[in-house]
């Protein structure tokens, strides 16, 4: 059973990118101790955007940004047989695309995340 370890809400990505940010980095401090500390774990990285776009782009954008932060990841000293990574593109909503057929920002700038889960 696959057990979830962070929602990194704190590394939200710009629309259409990638890129880690300083903030995005000083969250992932937390998963890069616990995985220090733990050196048996072993995590997966899920990649997730917004509704914008189609599903195949969002699907290789969600993939770039898990692959964003397995990088970042082994830049800190965790070994990349320990991480895998997943996209589930615009597929798995935690916030409203879109209110009362109106565009909501806020909402898609939510779903523009990473989740770590711990492996069996």
Known sequence: ??????????VLFQFDKATLTKGAKDTLGVA?????EH???RVEIQGHTDAKGT???NM?????????VKKYLGSQGISA????TKSFGKTQP?????????DNPPGR????RVVIIELP
Request: glycine content about 8%; proline content about 0%.
């Open 32 to 36: 890069v101790r616990y995985l220090k």
């Open 109 to 112: 700038a939510l779903n523009r």
């Open 39 to 41: 050196g048996d774990a």
């Open 1 to 10: 059973m696959t057990r979830e370890l962070f929602t990194l809400k704190g």
């Open 60 to 68: 290789k954008l969600g993939m770039r940004r898990a692959e964003s």
């Open 55 to 57: 599903e195949e782009y």
């Open 94 to 102: 935690v916030a409203d695309n879109q209110i009362n057929g109106k």
């Open 81 to 84: 047989d320990r991480i895998s």
